[in-house]
């Protein structure tokens, strides 16, 4: 059983950066495949980035790359996204998830744990 729990959401203007971080339980967190996603409202889960268990792989939308970095600290069990150059678009709520197996997976469905969610509103 994994526990994820986010933080580091609140209110940017466009343009600006924010750090989200998910500290997970267990203690075989390297051996999961972390991934962010985010749901704006009314609208569907979707794929922001995912990073391997080793780190060493990491995969990221279209609408992330280039301004989104995930990232992992083994030693604290945590998983990062930076965002930088915020738009209105990336307002949404972002979740933390986990799934057992080394192999990135881009679908909320190939998840087993998730976290509660952090809210991330950008002002234009």
């Known amino acids: 059983q994994v526990q994820l729990v986010e933080s580091g959401g609140g209110l940017v203007q466009a343009g600006g950066s924010l750090r989200l971080s998910c500290a997970a339980s267990?203690?075989?967190?390297?051996?999961?495949?972390m991934g962010w996603f985010r749901q704006a409202p009314g609208k569907e889960r979707e794929f922001v980035a995912t990073i391997t268990g080793s780190g060493g792989s990491t995969y990221y939308a279209d609408s992330a790359k280039g301004r989104f970095t995930i990232s992992r600290d083994i030693v604290k069990n945590t998983v990062y996204l930076q965002m930088n150059s915020l738009k209105a678009e990336d307002t949404a709520v972002y979740y933390c998830?986990?799934?057992?197996?080394?192999?990135?997976?881009?679908?909320?469905?190939?998840?087993?744990?998730w976290g509660q969610g952090t809210q991330v509103t950008v002002s234009s």
């Open positions: 267990g203690r075989t967190f390297s051996s999961y495949t």
């Open positions: 998830a986990a799934r057992s197996g080394r192999f990135a997976r881009m679908l909320p469905a190939d998840y087993d744990y």
